[in-house]
C-alpha cells in the first residue's frame, strides 16, 4: 500500500511562513506540490526529480516557495505568503518521467488527501 500524508496546514497572515510536510514519499518517485481552491483547477505548484537532483516551480511561487525531500518525506517551505496562495495543498508521487514533463497532475498516480492553507491579508 501506498499511502501519502500532508501536514502542516494552517492559517497565517500576508508575509507569513509555513512548512508544509508530506510522509511517505519514495525516494525514486517524482514527487510535486498541487493546490486547489473552490472554483479553480488544480494547479502544479513545485516539484522534485528522483534523487532530487533538480526542481521546478510555478512561475507565481518562484523566489518564495522551497521545494526539497529527504529519504521518505517530502516539504515546501512557502514564504512571504499572499492572500492568493489560499488552498488545499496536496502532495503528489509519479514515475520519474514526471519531472520532466511539466507540472502536469495527470502524470502523477499516489496522491494525499490535502492540507488546508488560509492566508489572510
Known amino acids: 500500500q501506498e499511502q501519502l500524508v500532508e501536514s502542516g496546514g494552517g492559517s497565517v497572515q500576508a508575509g507569513g511562513s509555513l512548512r508544509l510536510a508530506c510522509a511517505g514519499a519514495k525516494y525514486t518517485y517524482c514527487m510535486a506540490w498541487f493546490r486547489q481552491a473552490p472554483g479553480h483547477e488544480r494547479e502544479g505548484v513545485a516539484s522534485?526529480?528522483?534523487?532530487?537532483?533538480s526542481t521546478s516551480y510555478a512561475d507565481s511561487v518562484k523566489g518564495r516557495f522551497t521545494i526539497s525531500r529527504d529519504s521518505d518525506t517530502l516539504y515546501l517551505h512557502m514564504a512571504n505568503l499572499k492572500p492568493e496562495d489560499t488552498a488545499m495543498y496536496y502532495c503528489?508521487?509519479?514515475?520519474?518521467?514526471?519531472?520532466?514533463?511539466?507540472?502536469?497532475?495527470?502524470?502523477?498516480?499516489?496522491w494525499g488527501q490535502g492540507t488546508q492553507v488560509t492566508v489572510s491579508s
Open positions: 522534485v526529480y528522483p534523487g532530487a537532483t
Open positions: 503528489a508521487g509519479g514515475p520519474g518521467s514526471a519531472c520532466i514533463e511539466g507540472l502536469h497532475d495527470a502524470r502523477y498516480n499516489v
